[in-house]
């Protein structure tokens, strides 16, 4: 009886997981990291650059990558006192591995 009770929970962990929403811990502060589509030179300040890479994906579907990709880049923007972040490479796309790489900006 206790072998069924592992076999359903191995079974039903991975698959729960890969319908989640997202997988990636929001960091306090992140919310209030902007996505930028291009970047204004003269209101905002260059802070670091940052590689964002997930491994283990492929299961997951709809935009759910992308948006624990973006939310790794809040984070790291968090980290490094920016407040907006702007892709400026996409390099890795697939096969369980998804990265992208962001400018991270402080703009006023």
Not at 19 to 43: F, H, M, R, Y
Not at 88 to 97: A, L, S
Request: aromatic letters at 4%; hydrophobic letters at 35%; one cysteine or more.
């Amino acid at each position: 009886m206790l072998s069924n009770k592992i076999i359903i929970a191995a079974i039903a962990i991975p698959l729960l997981t890969a319908c989640s929403k997202s997988l990636v811990k929001v960091e306090p502060g992140s919310e209030n990291v902007t996505v930028a589509n291009s970047i204004n030179q003269d209101s905002c300040t260059l802070k670091a650059q940052a590689k964002v890479r997930m491994t283990g994906y492929a299961e997951r579907r709809d935009d759910y990558t992308e948006q624990d990709d973006i939310q790794l880049a809040k984070n790291a923007a968090v980290e490094q006192g920016g407040n907006t972040i702007y892709r400026i490479d996409h390099p890795e796309d697939g096969k369980g591995t998804q990265s992208a790489v962001y400018q991270i900006y402080n703009c006023s």
